[in-house]
C-alpha cells in the first residue's frame, strides 16, 4: 500500500523561505510520479508542480516560477519543495500526490493522480 507523508510546513514571514518534503512507502515500481498541490481556504486545490523518476520538472505555473524548485531523492523515495520569496498569497495546505506511471505524459490535473498525503500546513505571514 503506497503512502505518503508531509513534512517541513510551518508559519514563516515573507520573504522568507521554507523547505518541505514528502516520502513514499510501499511504491512497487520507481516509475512513479509526484507532484505537489496546494489549497488556500476557500479555494479549489492547485498544481503547483511535479517531478517524474529522472528528475523532469513540469513548466511551474505563473503563480510560482522562479521562486519553487522540486527536487527528488529516488534512493530515499523522497522529494522536496523548496520556496522562496514566500507571499501571503502562498498560504495554504500543501498536499504531496503520486501515482504510478509509463512514458513521458504530463499529469497536472487532482483526479490524475492515486495517491495523497495528509497535507502539510503553510502560513505566510505578511
Known amino acids: 500500500q503506497v503512502q505518503l507523508v508531509e513534512s517541513g510546513g510551518g508559519l514563516v514571514q515573507a520573504g522568507g523561505s521554507l523547505r518541505l518534503s514528502c516520502t513514499a512507502s510501499?511504491?512497487?515500481?520507481?516509475?512513479?510520479?509526484m507532484a505537489w498541490f496546494r489549497q488556500a481556504p476557500g479555494k479549489e486545490r492547485e498544481f503547483v508542480g511535479s517531478?517524474?523518476?529522472?528528475?523532469?520538472?513540469?513548466p511551474y505555473g505563473d503563480s510560482v516560477k522562479g521562486r519553487f524548485t522540486i527536487s527528488r531523492d529516488n534512493l530515499k523515495n523522497t522529494q522536496y519543495l523548496q520556496m522562496s520569496s514566500l507571499k501571503s498569497e502562498d498560504t495554504g495546505i500543501y498536499y504531496c500526490?503520486?501515482?504510478?506511471?509509463?512514458?513521458?505524459?504530463?499529469?497536472?490535473?487532482?483526479?490524475?493522480?492515486?495517491?495523497w498525503g495528509p497535507g502539510t500546513q503553510v502560513t505566510v505571514s505578511s
Open positions: 517531478i517524474d523518476r529522472s528528475g523532469r520538472t513540469t
Open positions: 500526490a503520486g501515482r504510478f506511471y509509463t512514458g513521458s505524459y504530463t499529469y497536472t490535473q487532482v483526479a490524475q493522480y492515486d495517491y
Open positions: 510501499g511504491l512497487t515500481s520507481t516509475w512513479f510520479m
